[in-house]
T-cell receptor, first 111, second 119 residues
Framework: KQEVTQIPAALSVPEGENLVLNCSFT??????LQWFRQDPGKGLTSLLL?????REQTSGRLNASLDKSSGRSTLYIAASQPGDSATYLC??????????FGQGTILTVHP | GAVVSQHPSRVICKSGTSVKIECRSL??????MFWYRQFPKQSLMLMAT?????????EQGVEKDKFLINHASLTLSTLTVTSAHPEDSSFYIC???????????????FGEGSRLTVL
């Protein structure tokens, strides 16, 4: 059974800092790994998807990496902004679309 | 990108009543829809997998008679919380995917979520 863990649970940084969110998973037979953003009381916004054959994906200030052998993924956010404040969730996916979510990292970027 | 719509976004009901939540894929056909539940300050937990035209598959610990799921068409799945009680209050989110071409080749898209409050 896949288990996904995210560290840290919460992170508070000043604006402009580069930061890394960590995600680990127990089953290396992962089909893909996806990072989401969730604002309070809202649904999920997909940020980046990494297929099992890929090692990283980039979108703007975001970069996500995947290392299946070590069971880890990281989300790198460059030059953080207050608008980046949200909960970030990673999820490991199966070939039929089922996702197992981590507990999330609550990010606060203060001006 | 693909859009998944949920309705209603918020619902408040009295204990003992039933509530139906709809999940629609607006610009693609979804062979499979997933229903997740999220308690305050917690992550999403998969409740069930809904396949068009067949019975839903429920995760361990989820009462299928309590949470009725119907996936009658390739664009609509419904979750009905029967005889709702305060402990059913939660945020329910669906996701949809078309698996006819094989495994998901892109990210899964999620609905906006439905917040249920049972008084």
């Amino acid at each position: 059974k896949q288990e996904v863990t995210q560290i840290p649970a919460a992170l508070s940084v000043p604006e402009g800092e580069n930061l890394v969110l960590n995600c680990s998973f127990t089953d290396s037979a992962i089909y893909n790994l996806q990072w989401f953003r969730q604002d309070p009381g809202k649904g999920l916004t997909s940020l980046l998807l990494i297929q099992s054959s890929q090692r990283e994906q980039t979108s703007g200030r975001l970069n996500a990496s995947l290392d299946k052998s070590s069971g880890r993924s990281t989300l790198y956010i460059a030059a953080s902004q207050p608008g980046d404040s949200a909960t970030y969730l990673c999820a490991g996916g199966t070939s039929y679309g089922k996702l197992t979510f981590g507990q999330g990292t609550i990010l606060t970027v203060h001006p | 990108g693909a859009v998944v719509s949920q309705h209603p976004s918020r619902v408040i009901c009295k204990s003992g009543t039933s509530v139906k939540i709809e999940c629609r894929s607006l610009d693609f056909q979804a062979t499979t829809m997933f229903w997740y539940r999220q308690f305050p300050k917690q992550s999403l937990m998969l409740m069930a997998t809904s396949n068009e035209g067949s019975k839903a598959t429920y995760e361990q610990g989820v009462e299928k008679d309590k949470f009725l799921i119907n996936h009658a068409s390739l664009t609509l799945s419904t979750l009905t919380v029967t005889s709702a009680h305060p402990e059913d209050s939660s945020f329910y989110i669906c996701s949809a995917v078309d698996l006819r071409a094989g495994g998901p080749t892109g990210e899964l898209f999620f609905g906006e979520g439905s917040r249920l409050t049972v008084l």
